[in-house]
Nanobody
Framework: QVHLVESGGGLVQAGGSLRLSCAAS????????MGWFRQAPGKEREFVAA????????NYADSVKGRFPVSRDNTKNTVYLQMNSLKPEDTAVYYC??????????????????WGQGTQVTVSS
């Protein structure tokens, strides 16, 4: 069992930055692929970024590539999403998720085993 808690969301102006954190408790965090997803009102939950257990392999949605680097610190059981050059269309609830598997299918929501409760990110224009 893995319990995930996101933090770091908030209100920011367009062009600003936020860093989201996802703290995990439970066993074997370092063996999980970790993903970030987001869901805007009235829309499906969509993939944002993922990082494999080692931190050496990442995957990004085209909409955030180059703006939202993902990283992890296995000594702290934490994964991060640095959100730069934020746009109003980035406004959503952001969720972290843990997948007991590799990064190959990390873009697929149903491939994840555990989810956090989400944190709201609002970008004003």
């Amino acid at each position: 069992q893995v319990h995930l808690v996101e933090s770091g969301g908030g209100l920011v102006q367009a062009g600003g930055s936020l860093r989201l954190s996802c703290a995990a408790s439970g066993r074997a965090f370092s063996s999980y692929t970790m993903g970030w997803f987001r869901q805007a009102p009235g829309k499906e939950r969509e993939f944002v970024a993922a990082i494999d257990w080692s931190g050496r392999n990442t995957n990004y949605a085209d909409s955030v590539k180059g703006r939202f680097p993902v990283s992890r610190d296995n000594t702290k059981n934490t994964v991060y999403l640095q959100m730069n050059s934020l746009k109003p269309e980035d406004t959503a609830v952001y969720y972290c998720a843990a997948r007991n598997g590799g990064i190959t299918r990390a873009t697929i929501r149903t491939m994840y085993d555990y989810w956090g409760q989400g944190t709201q990110v609002t970008v004003s224009s």
